[in-house]
């Protein structure tokens, strides 16, 4: 009896040690990824709770929603980089310019092509907009300020406790995942929201004449290589056919030019 409890114990043992291989064998890990941290919030003293960057700039956005702040911060990640205050202070709802203005634990936000912040202030119920500037006003919900699921003129609008936006360039509008309410929403955009800002228009600019230089360059390169041999050495002159021909031809003393140059030659030696 004890031998087949043994056998029992051996055939279970084995079965579930094959399930295991099987169940990893649907998994697949691709190497070549490296993971390093660039910003390391409890030396800032700072809770990064979403990061995005910013169109047209440099910048990333930082969004600490435990302070309910806004931080910026240079393209070049790392434990150096400078953070500076974009906007916000204390809890609490209050619209103006970074100093001034205060958001109550947003959760999501989106950033246009103008480089403006849109936020998902939640506790709040109602979008708020963050110039390039920082100036801060409300561009949803501010005249109820209460949760619900009204459509209509942006500022009678309300929404969920519970909802996050995404900015879509194409359709020029804010999406509004609003999942306290089980909605997709729309919020259409002004025009100049979706237009792109001089900085990267420019730098767009900048990389076709750089292109253009390159391509210059090259097809001046492969044009001198192919005309070399009819360049003459000691002139550098480009040399017609008809211009040798003449060179060979006697004057009226019966010399060519080269038998001239020849004789002068010997005199100054």
């Not at 910003?39 to 435990?66: A, C, Q, T």
């Not at 910026?72 to 204390?90: D, H, M, N, W």
């Not at 237009?195 to 210059?216: E, F, T, Y």
Request: proline content about 4%; some cysteine; aromatic content about 8%.
């Amino acid at each position: 009896m004890a031998l087949y409890r043994q056998s029992h114990s051996f055939f279970i043992f084995i079965a579930f040690t094959i399930a295991g291989i099987h169940g990893s064998a649907n998994h697949v890990l691709e190497d070549g990824y490296v993971v390093s941290t660039v910003l390391d919030g409890h030396k800032l003293e700072i809770n990064p709770y979403s990061v995005l960057p910013r169109y047209g700039s440099s910048d990333f956005i930082i969004l600490d929603n435990v302070n309910s702040l806004f931080y910026t911060v240079s393209s070049l990640i790392s434990q150096e980089s400078e953070i500076k205050r974009f906007a916000g202070g204390k809890p609490g709802f209050c619209d103006g310019d970074s100093a001034s203005a205060m958001f109550k634990g947003p959760r999501s936000f989106a950033i246009d092509l103008k480089g403006n912040v849109y936020v998902a202030d939640q506790s709040n119920n109602v979008i708020r907009k963050i110039t390039k500037r920082g100036v801060t006003t409300t561009i949803a919900g501010g005249y109820t300020l209460k949760p619900g699921k009204v459509d209509g003129p942006a500022q009678n609008a309300s929404f969920s406790q519970d909802f996050e936006l995404v900015f879509v360039p194409e359709l020029c509008v804010l999406l509004v995942s609003d999942r306290g309410n089980q909605l997709i929403r729309q919020i259409d955009l002004k025009a100049e929201d979706c237009q792109r800002s001089p900085n990267s228009v420019l730098g767009g600019a900048s990389l076709w004449v750089l292109l253009g230089l390159g391509v210059s360059c090259l097809v001046g390169f492969i044009v001198g290589i192919i005309l070399r041999p009819y360049v003459i050495p000691h002139t550098g002159r480009l040399l017609h056919p008809l211009q040798r021909d003449m060179e060979a031809l006697p004057n009226s003393s019966g010399e060519t030019s080269t038998d001239v140059l020849l004789r002068h030659q010997k005199r100054n030696c």
